[in-house]
């Protein structure tokens, strides 16, 4: 059964720790490409694992995977093993859900439109501030009408809507420019073409579905796969984002824990900041605060702690630094910033360190049982006790057959929503106009027979009843949505 004990992540003059109640202070993995990152992530995962903390992490090379099994023995690990004193060591796998937004390699993960809102949107389609505020409005409408928008197609509508209705919306809401949404649209498009259909519908993440255990109390390893989606670093970046603001916005508050309830490992995690909106960085860098009070550590993997915002990496407090390269003077002022991130060790070149360090070696600071980095210090890295590299696409198959969300995401589902109540009121309106057109022919014949009749033409009210009745936006319904700590800025509460 999971026991709460430190994790041992490596070995310097004795064992380093990572204290489970300070877990939730977040962290950060940094290196160079090839000095061990991924293998430092997955012993993390493994560790908190047999604590019984759940694990989400981005896969975006395609090799974690191999965590469901057992690693082999191998004389490199066996040498780790013995130099670490790692007496406790043995080859396992671990439980896994493999999640995808393609639905390819593991079980569909989808949000929706109206939960990512429209800052994140607006991010993810990278729209000017004119357009931005189109969008804002657009929400604004939907929400005020009661409007579920769920997919793609939702939003098109709206769209569509708004801006035939312009001249009804100018003075509640405010100027719609034609451009701004025929821009929008268009970057619809291109989202689309980048998996975005993939991930805007329904159903949607259960975020609950993350949280589980195995029958043995194990936290369970959620495994992202990101390579494809890599190819979209627009949609990975806002994807991770909207993962971590839903949990800060669902999840109760639970004070200090003696370990975590979730731990979120991020890699790449400069595709989360680059060319993000000011006022999107504020509130990131608040879930990033706050949301350790929810019991979730969030972890960032990249390659230089320069890629993260100033006053998100100083929230950072458990660091693992793998080599960096310093082969120009950008390279060596950038090992001199991450040198200074640490507690100075007086036994220690800490500048040094970081360029000369070999694979599976890092500086690695924790934090002790009051919140206090601890000296830095250089280690070994523990190594993996599950597979090193991916499985077989048929083995994937078969553990996602036997998951326990096996069928749940699978098929997509279709309710009724802004696409649907827009499509019932144009048909209604078409109806209208028809009945109009027979209301004018039958005037027409009447006014014809009265004229022959040298009678005075008649008059009717019903031609202009039905063109007001064409022309209106439709009675208010009322029902807001109810959006989180966030406002409307990071999504909204599920419906």
């Known amino acids: 059964m999971p026991t709460t004990t430190p994790l041992i992540i490596g070995q310097a003059s004795q064992p380093v720790p990572l204290l489970p109640r300070m877990a939730n202070r977040h962290g950060l993995i940094a290196g160079a490409t090839g000095t061990g990152k991924t293998v430092t992530l997955q012993c993390l995962a493994e560790e908190f694992s047999l604590q019984g903390v759940p694990v989400f992490l981005a896969d975006v090379k395609g090799d974690l ?42 079980h569909p993960v989808r949000t929706t439109i109206s939960e990512l809102g429209p800052l994140l949107l607006s991010r993810l389609l990278n729209l000017n501030e004119t357009q931005q505020g189109v969008l804002a409005l657009v929400f604004r409408v939907a929400d005020d009408n009661g409007w579920l928008l769920l997919d793609i197609k939702d939003l098109r509508s709206m769209l569509r809507y708004v801006a ?35 991930l805007l519908g329904e159903p949607a993440l259960n975020l609950d579905d993350l949280m589980q255990t195995d029958n043995q109390g ?25 993962m971590m603001s839903e949990l800060f916005e669902n999840l109760p508050e639970v004070g200090d824990r003696d370990k975590p309830r979730l731990v979120l490992f991020f890699d790449e995690a400069h595709l989360m900041f680059d060319d993000t909106p000011e006022a999107l960085l504020d509130k990131i860098e608040q879930v990033v605060r706050l949301i350790r009070s929810k019991g979730v550590g969030v972890y960032f993997v990249t390659q230089n702690p320069l890629d993260i915002p100033e006053n998100v990496l100083g929230q950072l407090g458990n660091r693992v630094q793998h080599a960096l390269r310093a082969y120009t003077p950008k390279d060596q002022k950038a090992v001199r910033a991450a040198a200074q991130t640490f507690r100075p060790n007086p036994k220690l070149d800490t500048v040094a360190a970081i360029t000369e360090m070999g694979v599976g070696e890092a500086l690695v600071s924790t934090l002790d049982g009051k919140g206090r980095p601890r000296i830095v210090q250089r280690a070994l890295i523990r ?7 991916p499985i077989t696409r048929k083995l994937r198959k078969e553990l996602m057959g036997t998951s326990i969300v096996a069928g749940i995401y699978d098929k997509p589902v279709d309710r009724k929503s802004a696409y649907e109540v827009l499509s019932a009121r144009a048909e209604q309106m078409a109806r209208e106009h028809e009945a109009q057109e027979v209301e004018k022919a039958r005037e027409k014949e009447l006014k014809k027979a009265s004229r022959g009749r040298g009678g005075r033409q008649r008059q009717t009210v019903m031609e202009s009843f039905f063109k007001s009745a064409a022309r209106a936006v439709g009675s208010q319904i009322g029902r807001q949505v109810i959006r989180g700590v966030l406002g409307s800025l990071l999504g909204g509460k599920r419906r």
Do not use: C
């Open 65 to 106: 995977s191999g965590i469901s099994q057992p690693g082999k023995e191998h004389p490199r690990i066996r040498e780790r093993v013995d130099s670490m004193g790692l007496s406790d060591f043995e080859y396992r796998g671990f439980p896994v859900t493999f999640w995808d937004v393609f639905g390819a390699q593991g």
């Open 164 to 198: 035939e209705n312009a001249r009804e919306f100018r003075t509640l809401y405010g100027n719609i420019s034609a451009a701004s949404v025929g821009a929008i649209q268009r970057r619809l498009i291109t989202l689309e073409s980048q998996g975005g259909k993939k």
């Open 218 to 242: 194990l936290g369970m390893i959620n495994i992202l796969a990101a390579d494809k989606l890599m190819e979209a670093p627009d949609l990975y970046g806002t994807f991770l984002l909207w």
């Open 383 to 389: 190594p993996p006790r599950s597979q090193i590299g």
